[in-house]
């Protein structure tokens, strides 16, 4: 089921002068919402963004009853929508329609989940971690950024049991150098446990990922983040191509992703902004 309305914004939460945390009234919206699902926004009325703008779910927010009233969004400026969802007031209202596309499968113990993500690749994580810890699944964050400031909200997966793996560019924090580092250090350590990854982030973290475990079996699910138009199948701007006989065929990675199965992909048709 998909909904759209007009939610109100409860909270602007400014990370950095380029990252912040929206949260939204939108109870509808939070009740649906799988592990990586996203929602389509309109920051507001007119026609200047002419578009509605992705973004994974990040957080559903709840009461104190623990029942579901919110989202929330992790947003990195980037143009004028969410240049405008940066500077958003609560109060305000923005149009959000969702949850769209194919979630993440949480896996059940033994094995274990690894999170692999890159700077903004984060976003569909915290949905799945919360998932994980109701399943009392043991769960890695593998978490990359520029520096040791870049690396955001990590007490929010710390709080949901999940066990930190972290590297920056710059060596502030973790590891000095890229996140696969860790994450090949890890899978050479794992001694036939078994360990499922899930991964978000720039198209070559993404693809490295994905040859790392499948050299230790290790099966690999990406979240993509093509752009988008419309979000619900109709306007064929988020086409990828995925492994079919010898030439391969597109999908609409709104429809039939933003969750693959890392082993479908045609990695070399990706352009490395996704």
Request: hydrophobic share 45%.
């Amino acid at each position: 089921m998909i909904v759209d309305v007009s939610a109100e914004v409860l909270e602007n939460v400014r990370l950095s002068p380029e990252f912040n945390v929206l949260s939204l009234a939108a109870p509808a919206v939070a009740r649906l919402t799988r592990p990586g699902q996203f929602v389509m926004v309109r920051v507001r009325p007119g026609l200047d963004p002419l578009l509605r703008r992705p973004f994974s779910v990040f957080e559903i927010l709840r009461d104190d009853a623990g029942q579901p009233r919110g989202i929330s969004l992790l947003n990195k400026i980037a143009g004028v929508g969410t240049g405008w969802l940066y500077r958003a007031e609560p109060g305000t209202r923005v149009d959000v329609l969702g949850p769209l596309g194919q979630p993440f499968a949480p896996v059940d113990p033994p094995a274990e989940a690894w999170m692999v993500a890159g700077g903004v690749g984060l976003a569909p994580f915290a949905t799945l971690a919360e998932a994980l810890a109701l399943r009392g699944t043991s769960m890695t964050l593998f978490y990359g950024a520029r520096t040791a400031e870049a690396l955001y909200r990590t007490d929010l997966f710390e709080r949901l049991g999940a066990r930190l793996s972290l590297s920056t560019d710059d060596g502030s924090r973790g590891a000095h150098g890229r996140i696969t580092g860790p994450l090949e250090q890890a899978l050479d350590a794992l001694d036939g446990r078994p360990v499922t990854i899930y991964a978000c982030g720039p198209t070559p973290m993404m693809r490295a990922v994905s040859a790392l475990a499948a050299h230790r079996d290790a099966p690999v699910f990406v979240s993509l983040e093509p752009v988008m138009g419309c979000g619900m199948g109709g306007c064929y701007s988020c086409v990828v191509r995925v492994q079919a006989g010898e030439r391969g065929r597109f999908v609409r990675s709104c429809l039939e992703g933003p969750v693959f199965d890392a082993s479908t992909l045609v990695w070399e048709a990706l352009p490395a902004g996704h």
